[in-house]
């Protein structure tokens, strides 16, 4: 029973530690071409080198950019965005 209530405690515990931290921004739509990425971050498209390293904001916009996908040739890059 004592675990039980300090198990409970501590998950209490770190979900008020998550919530307090403020927004979680997630890498989210991910596309892959040959060796660069692009995903979105924050509402913004950005695009690194598959093997990894610096990634490259390509939008600024106040609205939210999502779902980038390369040409298939790799040389282009479309998305939606408000």
């Not at 919530?19 to 660069?36: I, M, W």
């Not at 779902?67 to 408000?82: C, E, M, R, Y």
Request: net charge positive; no cysteine.
């Amino acid at each position: 029973m004592r675990k039980g209530l300090v198990l409970v405690f501590f998950f209490t515990l770190i979900l008020f530690t998550s919530l307090s931290a403020g927004e979680a921004r997630l890498l989210r739509f991910p596309d892959v071409n040959g060796d660069k990425m692009a995903f979105v971050y924050a509402g913004d498209i950005y695009i690194a080198p598959r093997a990894g390293g610096q990634a490259v904001r390509l939008t600024s916009h106040e609205g939210l950019e999502m779902f980038p996908k390369f040409s298939p040739d790799g040389k282009k890059l479309a998305f939606t965005g408000q």
